[in-house]
């Protein structure tokens, strides 16, 4: 007679591929601690061929054994994921630094008073000795929708001038967003008799991508997406009322989404 497994053993199993990620993470976050251009490109190069194998390869073995297990641990799952993003949140932005033009848009307008869609940066006189601004899409106007903007003019104002905050605040929205995902996901997942809960949430809350596009580097993507995803939940509990009005804010952050208004009509 085949034993099935212990909840140690299982729960074991997704421990060793969890550690090991935290590790690159960590890795990653020691790595850019002075800033995106910290090393020579030759040593930039070589280390994000390194942590992007890694991880994959690390998602790729956690995946396999979440189809494994009988019963997924969630509580291993969520434990790392914090932990992942915590070590993530701490990461300088190294890739994509959009935010960094995040904070050049809200300072724009809590200090100078102007409209990032009608100045562009370089329209404020001595700019570069602000400590607040940075050299990110300086000669085009703002090229997001009027809710990123107020929610990038409200951050920068609790921030009260101070950068580093400023970049906090960012990547505390993402962070809320994150786990407003994860659940929805968790959510939405039960509704559907063919997906495993576990699997979804794995997927989601583990995936390189997603931590190191949008809690690292902070990107506004991760707001779309949660806007997106909301208004598939609702599609699923039959809310349909609220589906325009979600796909409506998310094309206010960025315009991509407009074109689900027509099919969710």
């Not at 909840?7 to 074991?12: F, H």
């Not at 959009?98 to 562009?120: A, E, S």
Request: charged letters at 10%.
């Amino acid at each position: 007679m085949q034993l099935s497994p212990s909840p140690n053993i299982r729960t074991n199993s997704l421990v060793v591929p969890g550690a090991l990620t935290a590790a690159v993470y960590l890795f990653i976050c020691l790595f850019y601690v002075k800033g995106p251009q910290a090393h020579s490109k030759t040593s930039r190069e070589l280390f994000a061929w390194f942590f992007c194998s890694a991880l994959l390869f690390l998602f790729w073995k956690g995946y396999q054994r979440i189809n494994q297990a009988d019963k997924p641990p969630i509580r291993v799952i969520v434990i790392f994921a914090g932990l992942f993003c915590l070590l993530a949140f701490l990461t300088v932005p190294f890739h994509s630094t959009d935010v960094f033009g995040y904070i050049n848009r809200g300072w724009q307008q809590v200090h100078y008073g102007q409209n990032p869609y009608v100045h562009h940066l370089n329209d404020i006189p001595n700019w570069r000795q602000d400590p607040m601004l940075r050299e990110h899409w300086i000669y085009n106007p703002n090229p997001y929708g009027f809710l990123f903007t107020l929610l990038a003019r409200l951050l920068v104002r609790l921030s009260s001038g101070n950068w580093w905050v400023a970049l906090a605040l960012f990547k505390t929205v993402n962070v809320l967003t994150y786990a407003g995902t994860g659940w929805l996901l968790w959510s939405a997942s039960k509704r559907v008799s063919y997906l495993r809960p576990e699997t979804v949430l794995y997927l989601f809350l583990w995936n390189p991508l997603i931590l190191l596009h949008h809690i690292a580097n902070g990107h506004n993507d991760l707001l779309v997406g949660f806007l997106v995803v909301l208004a598939a939940y609702l599609s699923l509990t039959k809310k349909y009322f609220w589906i325009v009005p979600a796909l409506a804010a998310a094309t206010l952050l960025k315009f991509g989404p407009v074109l689900l208004i027509p099919p969710a009509l």
